[in-house]
């Protein structure tokens, strides 16, 4: 079976720009997190959707908005880059809440 | 505000040798702790423990939680040059969503 797959792999983009990341899950799986990993820091915790609803919302200015489809893939949107916004994008799954988020492999955002 | 810290940040070893890494937390409404290894860009899951005192052991790897003490640690015993990678501990907690709160890992490297 597949695992989380994430794309593009990388993107280049300049101030201002905006940008959409993709995720398709795990096969079977309905929930979708995004998370933002800096270089030398941990992941920061950006989106969770279940069944395609918003379930919770990490410390991240409105530019930051989601979605989840109802093939349980998503979309990270990020408008008016910053440069502060280069970092990896994870994108997990999971069957649910209380079970293991498996990783997928992230794209990696550079903003010039 | 939920928070991990991890320690040492960084740990070089020779192969060979035993190695313990450190989560201590501190989060509202304590459900899990886990442990992702991370060697390039996807973190993969190694454990998730939820109840004090009982070992997980994977191989070499084995992880033991204490939630009296608030607190983690992850044993690994003859180490591999493939062990080196970053490993993260995070937590969640019973708020109905599946936010994982990371520390900022300890990167591992192992001299052969």
């Known amino acids: 079976d597949a695992g989380v797959t994430q794309s593009p792999t990388h993107l280049i983009k300049t101030r201002g720009q905006h940008v959409t990341l993709r995720c398709s899950p795990i096969s079977g799986h309905k929930s979708v997190s995004w998370y933002q990993q800096v270089l030398g820091q941990g992941p920061q915790f950006i989106f969770q959707?279940?069944?395609?609803?918003?379930?919770g919302r990490g410390n991240f200015p409105d530019r930051f908005s989601a979605r989840q489809f109802p093939n349980y893939s998503s979309e990270l949107n990020v408008n008016a880059l910053l440069l502060g916004d280069s970092a990896l994008y994870l994108c997990a799954s999971s069957q649910g809440t209380g079970n293991i988020q498996y990783f997928g492999a992230g794209t990696r955002l550079s903003v010039l | 505000e939920d928070k991990v810290v991890q320690s040492p940040l960084s740990l070089v070893v020779h192969e060979g040798d035993t190695v313990t890494l450190n989560c201590s937390y501190e989060?509202?409404?304590?459900?899990?702790l886990l442990w992702y290894k991370q060697e390039k860009k996807a973190p993969t899951f190694l454990f998730m423990l939820?109840?004090?005192?009982i070992e997980k052991k994977s191989g070499r790897l084995s992880s033991i939680l204490d939630k009296k003490e608030l607190f983690s640690i992850l044993n690994i015993t003859a180490t591999q040059t493939g062990d080196s990678a970053v490993y993260l501990c995070?937590?969640?907690?019973?708020?109905?969503?599946?936010?994982?709160?990371f520390g900022t890992g300890t990167r591992l490297t192992i001299i052969p």
């Open positions: 959707y279940y069944e395609k609803e918003e379930r």
């Open positions: 989060v509202t409404n304590f459900r899990s």
């Open positions: 995070a937590v969640t907690s019973n708020f109905g969503n599946e936010k994982l709160t």
């Open positions: 939820t109840s004090s005192g």
